[in-house]
């Protein structure tokens, strides 16, 4: 067996302070905690669905694709037309097929034939069955 010695060194007004720093602190915590718990919340809203948030990242980077693509597309268009252009100016058949398909010439012997275009169909309305 030990002896114990209890030595009371704080007056009750020092224990009663203490206590009360002790819930301040312990009060002073909760606090903080919520408050960064609230913040956190706040930020992750605001990345995901601010003004630069996530949802608009997302929705640039498939236009940005989308428009990548049409991109492409136009310039093997432009490319065609470019080669278009330079057998036109400088090849005799390339020449010859255009005004044969455009001017519809024939060679002499030769037999073209035209397919008529489907006939359009405007949409009957009330007035017209009058």
């Known amino acids: 067996m030990g ?17 009360t720093l002790g819930a301040a602190y312990a009060a002073r915590r909760k606090l ?8 956190a919340v706040w930020m992750f809203v605001h990345v ?3 003004p630069n948030g996530m949802i608009v990242y997302q929705r640039k980077r498939t236009e940005y694709n989308r428009l990548q693509k049409d991109i492409q ?16 100016k400088s090849d005799p058949k390339a020449i010859e097929k255009a005004a044969r398909e455009e001017l519809r ?15 359009r169909q405007h949409p009957m309305t009330k007035t017209a069955e009058k």
């Open 3 to 19: 002896i114990r010695i209890k030595i009371n060194w704080a007056s009750p007004a020092i224990r009663k302070s203490l206590a």
């Open 105 to 119: 010439y024939a060679r002499p012997g030769e037999v073209v034939y035209v397919v008529p275009s489907p006939a």
């Open 48 to 50: 995901m669905f601010g």
């Open 73 to 88: 597309v136009l310039q093997k268009q432009n490319q065609h037309y470019s080669q278009q252009i330079k057998a036109l």
């Open 32 to 39: 903080g905690t919520a408050a960064v718990g609230l913040l």
